[in-house]
């Protein structure tokens, strides 16, 4: 069974400029997360799906983030402009339910100079 | 604020010796709780998760963890510490399946 796809691995960007990530989760998987992980942190989550509807997104930064999800499926997480602080790996996840197993990605490490 | 504290962000212990590694949460709910491992530049991997039901959560490559509600901890241990378990360690809580929350990590250093 294929696992959570995520790409690109890696991305350097510079600060005000625009990035998005994109993540296939294990099939058949209903609920998608998209976690922060700062170097020396614990993952923090950004967004929870279940199908296509946002269950959680109480700590995604709106005004510089966004997430969709829009059949169910794959998902894209953007950022848009990004900061120096926005250097961080960024995880995706996916379960067949909520309180579910989670299964992680790769992840993307994203630097921004 | 629901929350997850690990710690020691740093244990090391010898090869064959136990691994104890410490997570307590702050909530008067009970949590759903985990325990996930992460090797270098490798995805997170669940070990165990307690949900409902016995305390005693066994989980893969001989971790167990105990749900202890009085203590509001969910310690994790190995009887016998393995060079391949070298790696870095975090805890999680979760309210009903959603608000996820991930502690800050322990790294585990096995010395030979």
């Known amino acids: 069974e294929a696992g959570v796809a995520q790409s690109p691995r890696y991305k350097i960007i510079e600060k005000r400029q625009s990035v998005a990530f994109w993540c296939n989760p294990i099939?058949?998987?209903?609920?998608l997360y998209w976690y922060q992980q700062i170097l020396g942190q614990g993952p923090k989550l950004l967004i929870q799906?279940?199908?296509?509807?946002?269950?959680?997104d109480s700590q995604l930064p709106k005004d510089r983030f966004s997430a969709e999800r829009l059949k169910g499926v794959d998902s894209t997480l953007k950022i848009q402009p990004a900061k120096l602080e926005d250097s961080a790996v960024y995880l995706c996840?996916?379960?067949?339910?909520?309180?579910?197993?989670?299964?992680f990605g790769p992840g993307t490490r994203l630097t921004v100079l | 604020a629901q929350s997850v504290t690990q710690l020691g962000s740093h244990v090391s212990v010898s090869e064959g010796a136990l691994v104890l590694l410490r997570c307590n949460y702050s909530?008067?709910?009970?949590?759903?709780l985990f325990w996930y491992v992460q090797y270098p530049n490798q995805g997170l991997q669940l070990l165990l998760k307690?949900?409902?039901?016995?305390?005693l959560v066994k989980g893969i490559n001989g971790f167990e963890a105990e749900f202890k509600k009085s203590e509001t901890s969910f310690h994790l241990t190995k009887p016998s510490a393995h060079m391949s378990d070298a790696a870095e360690y975090f805890c999680?809580?979760?309210?009903?399946?959603?608000?996820?929350?991930f502690g800050t990590g322990t790294s585990l250093t096995v010395i030979p």
């Open positions: 996840a996916s379960s067949l339910g909520t309180a579910d197993t989670q299964y």
């Open positions: 099939s058949g998987h209903a609920t």
């Open positions: 799906f279940q199908n296509n509807g946002v269950v959680d």
């Open positions: 909530s008067s709910v009970p949590p759903y």
């Open positions: 307690y949900t409902t039901g016995a305390t």
């Open positions: 999680a809580v979760s309210y009903t399946g959603n608000q996820f929350y």
